[in-house]
């Protein structure tokens, strides 16, 4: 993948860059396993971040065995593979349900959670689907 992107000069505005990647990359990680948060537009994020402020750090990110196929299928194919789909709005509902169930008590915050996990559900689906894992 070519880097459309100017590197800036500014060493310690690279430094600024690769340590928001890094922010965005845990973030994104974590949206692996915590529903409501999202991986895929983190890691998009810390793509961009990092072709502004390292090449180390970008290729491998693009390369990495776990991480790099959410952003190749999504710059590449502006997909999501099916598996990922099924687990992902699964985990989703599972987990919006039992914090409902167990948690929630106020109907405003019950209704919050329910229309946050409609949108994810429906970004998700809106996506593409590849047999791609």
């Given at each position: 993948?070519?880097h459309?992107?100017k ?25 692996v396993?915590?529903?409501i ?8 994020l810390?793509?961009?971040?990092f072709?502004?402020?390292?090449k ?10 776990y991480?790099?196929k ?7 194919h ?37 229309i946050?996990?409609?949108?994810v ?8 689907s590849?047999?791609?894992?």
């Amino acid at each position: 993948m070519e880097h459309s992107l100017k590197q800036p000069n500014n060493q310690i505005l690279k430094y600024i860059l690769a340590f928001l990647g890094l922010i965005s990359l845990f973030l994104g990680v974590l949206g692996v396993f915590v529903p409501i948060l999202p991986t895929t537009p983190f890691l998009l994020l810390s793509a961009a971040l990092f072709m502004k402020s390292s090449k180390r750090l970008y290729n491998w990110l693009i390369n990495n065995k776990y991480l790099g196929k959410y952003i190749s299928n999504y710059i590449h194919h502006k997909s999501i593979s099916v598996k990922t789909k099924i687990s992902s709005i699964s985990f989703l509902w599972i987990t919006i349900l039992l914090s409902i169930y167990f948690f929630v008590e106020k109907l405003i915050f019950i209704i919050l959670l329910l229309i946050i996990a409609i949108a994810v559900t429906w970004h998700i689906l809106s996506r593409k689907s590849t047999n791609k894992k």
